[in-house]
């Protein structure tokens, strides 16, 4: 067991008056649960906590934030316990985790669904598949749907759906002040305007409203695989495809070595690879047709890209993310894959070291470019397409170097960034998050910002600081 590195001391009486009322539970260092409570999805953050406060209803957030406020202790807030740079956890502070709080109510007729900051990508889609229902979320099941959603959201349904925002309807918060309020269209809507993009950075979101929209069950959907080596081919070829294939059709380009799955027979694992995953929202027999000309593009040595399960599609990638594994990312949106970029994009491939790394570029446009950018504080709506430049190992052995890589291949990019998905940053400073949101939109939330928590309560985040 690794050693207890915070040396903070609470108000024991402040801490018993919580506790007393408490529906949830209290952790602190010495408790036995406190190394797994205290560990965050990615390994290579470290961070101790002098309490982690694990809520079970909306009573128990208002009273954390409240104690909280008097204890002036920096403050985490975790959902899914996801976020890249380790912005869930904090040394030395109190980390308000909502991960106990999984309600979910799906109203097939009215096709709407009412979910709890703690559910998971995967639970919220076995609830609303159960009535061929989805909302359009992430691609990796395990990753919150609280801390993705309040950052915009972004993965297999997105060119047909939008955004996770485009189908938010409401959401019930706690802000800085304990003060439990709503935020839609119609009540508190500057509020509503923010935190569809801004994240956590005006307060706890205890639950969502979402608008749902019919999906499968059964998808066409999966990758398929050429050598690595094959990459400026394919890509190129892969953008002249998508130039004009419906809404329907999501697909995300991943370099990587062919992971050891038992989907995948055994001769191929560990190839370096270019796949080209695909999710068709509609049809299958309208999905083979539309997927067809990039199946027949030098006939990849393995096509996984068959009707499926749409539940089924949605965890592929679980596996290759795992808990505790050392992550490291550097990304940017991208307006187009130009000769340039593929030309960089192939070599680099080629120089990641980790049989562990996997790089995703995402196609993005359709319904994402349909919603006016002044709509909600997400920007980038009109990117072509976003890389996330994802460097992976085990363990603390090698990341130094892998993480150099992943920083080399960005700053190669650099000169065609359009902006960056701001749950794709790691902790990069105040500039990039400008950057994420535009000079205008930022201006507008840090205005926000001074309203709803002037103090800057919510400053462990992709932060908008009040002045
Ligand atoms: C394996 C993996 C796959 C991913 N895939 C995708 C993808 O396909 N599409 C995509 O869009 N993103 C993806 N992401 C990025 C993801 O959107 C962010 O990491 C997101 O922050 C995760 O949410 P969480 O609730 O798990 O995070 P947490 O680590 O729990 O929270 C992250 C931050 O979000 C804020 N936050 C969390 N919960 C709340 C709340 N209830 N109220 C207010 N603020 C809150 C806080 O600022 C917190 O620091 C992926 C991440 C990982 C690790």
Not at 272 to 292: D, L, N, Q, T
Not at 326 to 342: G, K, M, P, Q
């Amino acid at each position: 067991m690794a050693a207890i590195a915070t040396d903070v001391r609470l108000d024991e009486s402040a801490l018993s008056a919580l506790r007393a009322g408490f529906r949830g539970e209290l952790v602190r260092p010495g408790d036995p649960t406190y190394h797994e409570r205290r560990n965050i999805w990615n390994g290579s953050i470290d961070r101790h906590p002098a309490l982690i406060a694990r809520c079970a209803g909306v009573a128990d957030v208002i009273a954390a934030v409240k104690f909280a406020r008097r204890t002036d202790l920096p403050v985490a807030v975790r959902s899914g316990g996801h976020s890249f740079p380790g912005f869930s956890t904090c040394d030395d502070g109190i980390v308000i985790d909502l991960s106990l709080m999984k309600g979910t109510r799906v109203d097939p007729n009215a096709r709407t669904a009412r979910v709890q900051a703690g559910v998971l990508l995967g639970e919220l889609d076995r609830e609303t598949q159960a009535f061929g229902l989805a909302v359009p979320a992430g691609i990796v099941t395990t990753t919150g749907l609280a801390g993705l959603t309040l950052g915009g959201g972004i993965g297999w349904l997105m060119r047909k759906y939008g955004l996770t925002i485009d189908q938010l309807l409401a959401v019930d918060m706690v802000t800085a002040d304990g003060t439990f309020v709503k935020a839609s269209a119609s009540e508190n809507a500057d509020l509503f305007w923010g935190i569809r993009g801004a994240g956590g950075n005006f307060g706890i979101v205890t639950e969502f409203e979402f608008r749902l929209n019919p999906v499968g069950p059964i998808v066409l959907s999966g990758p398929m695989f050429w050598p690595m080596a094959e990459s400026a081919q394919v890509l190129r070829f892969y953008r002249d495809w998508i130039t004009d294939v419906p809404d329907e059709l999501t697909t995300v380009v991943v370099h990587r070595r062919v992971p050891a799955s038992p989907m995948i027979p055994a001769e191929f694992h560990g190839r370096p690879v270019v796949s080209v995953a695909c999710c068709y929202a509609g049809p299958v027999e309208e999905g083979e047709k539309v997927i067809r000309p990039m199946k027949e593009f030098r006939s990849p040595f393995l096509d996984l890209c068959v009707p499926k399960p749409f539940l089924a599609h949605q965890s592929m990638f679980d596996p290759s993310f795992p808990k505790g594994w050392w992550y490291y990312f550097r990304s940017a949106d991208l307006a187009e894959l130009t000769d340039d970029v593929i030309d960089i994009v192939a070599s680099r491939a080629l120089e990641m070291t980790s049989p562990l790394t996997a790089f995703p570029i995402f196609q993005l446009g359709g319904a994402i470019r349909r919603v006016s950018e002044d709509e909600t504080s997400f920007s980038g709506r009109k990117a072509g397409h976003t890389i996330n430049i994802n460097a992976t190992t085990a363990t603390a052995a090698g990341f130094d170097e892998e993480r150099e890589w992943s920083r080399d291949f960005w700053t190669a990019l650099r000169p065609y960034h359009t902006g960056v998905y701001v749950n794709f940053l790691m902790d990069e400073g105040v500039d990039r998050i400008r950057q994420a949101y535009g000079a205008d939109k930022y201006d507008r939330l840090k205005a926000l910002k001074r309203k709803y928590d002037p103090g800057n309560f919510f400053r462990i985040n992709q932060n908008i600081p009040p002045s």
